[in-house]
């Protein structure tokens, strides 16, 4: 598919466009926080509740994933945090194991909400986040927990069903070392506006068209209101200027 790019600013760039696409052409990235789709069908096209083999399809793509995710990390060592629920923590981990890594931990992300259940599952009031490590990562933080308390409602401000607080994904990146954040499915954005909020660099990728506008709407939002404390990433245009007299 054709692959569209955006430079925001100087070591912000976005990608609208397939991430097993997009994924080997980037550079050397610190970290990979990301929600991918949980990719958990409750039935086949025939009707029947197919389960296990849709459990499997998606644990064969998203080896795939994780292992083009991995080919970013620095050789010395790199993070990756993987949104998940329980229903596809097997198949991810099957595909973590596949792209010959492992479960580091499991964050338990508490939402302080209470979701809908049905009419007969207990409702949801919590999502998990597998790190994944490689070389010699390490939290510089010996002494976090594994469960966070980031409050969380049925209200979304993108519109985005999956959306995430950006206090949580601050917390994610404000937490694991490193410069360079890559989100190879950024939805609208979440995981960038939070990147920039620590003067972090970002490099995302979404392929819905309509979520890859509104994240671009939403980081440049974050360029114009920076943290007070924290310089903010250059202009976009500068890069164009260097570039054309080099």
């Not at 990979?32 to 949980?38: A, M, Q, R």
């Not at 209200?155 to 190879?184: C, F, W, Y």
């Given at each position: 598919?054709?692959?569209?790019?955006?430079?925001?600013?100087?070591?912000?760039?976005?990608?609208?466009?397939?991430?097993?696409?997009?994924?080997?052409t980037l550079g050397v990235h610190d970290a990979v926080i990301t929600d991918p789709p949980y990719n958990f069908s409750t039935a086949?096209?025939?009707?029947?509740?197919q389960l296990w083999a849709d459990a499997v399809n998606s644990?064969?793509?998203?080896?795939?994933?994780?292992?083009?995710?991995?080919?970013?990390?620095?050789?010395?060592?790199?993070?990756?945090?993987?949104?998940?629920?329980?229903?596809?923590?097997?198949?991810?981990?099957?595909?973590?194991?596949?792209?010959?890594m492992k479960f580091e931990s499991l964050l338990v992300w508490d939402k302080e909400w209470i979701g809908p259940g049905g009419s007969v599952g207990l409702r949801p009031?919590?999502?998990?986040?597998?790190?994944?490590?490689?070389?010699?990562?390490?939290?510089?933080?010996?002494?976090l927990p594994d469960i966070?308390?980031?409050?969380?409602?049925?209200?979304?401000?993108?519109?985005?069903?999956?959306?995430?607080?950006v206090s949580l994904l601050r917390e994610l990146i404000?937490?694991?070392p490193g410069n360079r954040v890559l989100?190879?499915?950024?939805?609208?954005?979440?995981?960038?506006?939070?990147?920039?909020?620590?003067g972090r660099e970002f490099t995302g990728i979404e392929i819905d068209q309509t979520y890859f506008d509104i994240a671009c709407r939403r980081i440049e939002a974050a360029l114009r209101e920076p943290d007070m404390f924290i310089a903010p990433p250059k202009p976009a245009e500068q890069l164009s200027i260097l570039d054309g007299a080099a």
């Amino acid at each position: 598919m054709t692959v569209r790019k955006e430079v925001l600013a100087e070591g912000v760039e976005v990608y609208c466009g397939d991430c097993l696409e997009v994924l080997p052409t980037l550079g050397v990235h610190d970290a990979v926080i990301t929600d991918p789709p949980y990719n958990f069908s409750t039935a086949s096209s025939g009707g029947k509740h197919q389960l296990w083999a849709d459990a499997v399809n998606s644990a064969l793509w998203f080896s795939e994933v994780i292992s083009k995710c991995k080919d970013r990390l620095p050789l010395t060592g790199g993070a990756i945090w993987q949104f998940l629920n329980w229903k596809t923590f097997i198949p991810a981990q099957k595909a973590c194991w596949e792209a010959g890594m492992k479960f580091e931990s499991l964050l338990v992300w508490d939402k302080e909400w209470i979701g809908p259940g049905g009419s007969v599952g207990l409702r949801p009031s919590y999502e998990l986040v597998a790190l994944m490590a490689t070389g010699n990562f390490a939290l510089p933080n010996r002494g976090l927990p594994d469960i966070w308390r980031h409050k969380w409602s049925s209200q979304r401000e993108s519109g985005h069903p999956a959306e995430k607080p950006v206090s949580l994904l601050r917390e994610l990146i404000h937490e694991t070392p490193g410069n360079r954040v890559l989100d190879p499915f950024m939805g609208s954005g979440t995981t960038g506006v939070a990147a920039l909020k620590l003067g972090r660099e970002f490099t995302g990728i979404e392929i819905d068209q309509t979520y890859f506008d509104i994240a671009c709407r939403r980081i440049e939002a974050a360029l114009r209101e920076p943290d007070m404390f924290i310089a903010p990433p250059k202009p976009a245009e500068q890069l164009s200027i260097l570039d054309g007299a080099a």
